[in-house]
């Protein structure tokens, strides 16, 4: 009688599958589907047993889908809940959940001496010879996703759940990058990213060109070459020793007033950001000639050639 009973059971528990939805996601699983066949069974139930007697081992998605109370591990009360849920005893105890997941890498950034994962990248541009080492960051997750990385559409390295690869620039060009993140579900995502290597002649900075406009008293610089961002400095002579009269004691907005090595009195605005700046002609004696030196500096602290920049009062 208890042999039949057992036949019996099994028999109800089978027809009781719990399928995912038609309407699911492409990335998905149920919580309690232990063999992945998109069902949850009393097949379920048997991987569950078969793995605490030690007759079979778990891959880390199905150990994660074998925790169905959550406990953060799997034991025969997972078992008994998916038995108990398909015999529609008790059901309100645990419902079978639906999980989606999406793949999802947020950047993939620069890991150097002054970054660390997850940082900003130093945003420093390499030169041929140069390796560097990038972490990819993805939205987390209990199961880590596999990622897959690609150079100029070539496999740069397979699947592997390794957050972090290195590259090794060897000639001057673009270098397009692509990361597919492949979620334990079924899911993927894709992430670009272009990293230019500049030829020997092209990595000092070159003022291009360096007007200024009379009318506006704005001093306007476009550079070239070497690393982005690009830093400026702007420094006004006169070619007579004398203070404008009245001297420097007005505020010079960026600018700031000393006596260089030649004893020359001399305006000053620092590197900055500023790729234009005001000339503070109202400290300026118009019966003197001015002229503003200007210099860029990359980000790598090449310095460009001085321009020199007639200031017509």
Request: net charge negative; proline share 6%; hydrophobic share 35%.
């Given at each position: ?74 034991t025969?009360?997972d078992?008994t ?5 398909l015999?529609d ?46 972490y ?15 150079v100029?559409?070539?496999?740069l ?45 092209n ?49 010079t ?61």
């Amino acid at each position: 009688m208890k042999q039949i009973l057992s036949i019996f059971l099994a028999t109800v528990l089978l027809a009781l599958t719990l399928t995912v939805p038609a309407t699911a996601a492409d990335s998905y699983c149920v919580i309690g589907d232990v063999d992945e066949d998109g069902q949850v069974s009393i097949l379920d139930v048997t991987r569950i047993q078969r793995t605490l007697a030690g007759l079979v081992e778990l891959s880390v998605l199905q150990d994660y889908l074998a925790d169905v109370d959550g406990s953060g591990g799997v034991t025969i009360i997972d078992a008994t809940i998916i038995q108990r849920a398909l015999a529609d005893i008790s059901y309100d105890f645990y419902k079978f959940r639906l999980y989606t997941w999406r793949a999802s890498i947020t950047s993939v950034d620069e890991v150097s001496a002054y970054v660390t994962p997850g940082d900003p990248p130093g945003n420093v541009q390499p030169t041929p010879g140069t390796t560097k080492t990038f972490y990819i960051e993805e939205v987390s997750h209990e199961i880590s996703s596999e990622f897959e990385v690609y150079v100029n559409d070539s496999l740069l390295r397979g699947r592997s759940t390794d957050e972090a690869f290195s590259y090794t620039f060897t000639d001057p060009g673009n270098y397009a990058f692509k990361v597919i993140a492949y979620d334990p579900f079924g899911g993927n995502n894709v992430y670009r990213f272009d990293i230019d290597v500049p030829d020997s002649q092209n990595r000092t900075p070159k003022i291009v060109s360096a007007i200024y406009n009379k009318n506006t008293s704005i001093l306007s610089v476009i550079a070239a070459g070497g690393t982005v961002p690009y830093e400026y400095e702007y420094v006004i002579r006169n070619d007579v020793s004398p203070n404008p009269p009245g001297g420097y004691n007005t505020p010079t907005s960026y600018f700031d007033f000393y006596i260089d090595e030649n004893g020359i009195p001399t305006l000053k605005c620092e590197f900055s950001s500023r790729s234009a700046v005001y000339i503070p002609i109202d400290q300026l004696a118009k019966t003197l000639n001015y002229t503003c030196e200007v210099q860029v500096r990359d980000a790598n602290g090449n310095l460009s050639e001085i321009k020199m920049v007639p200031i017509d009062l």
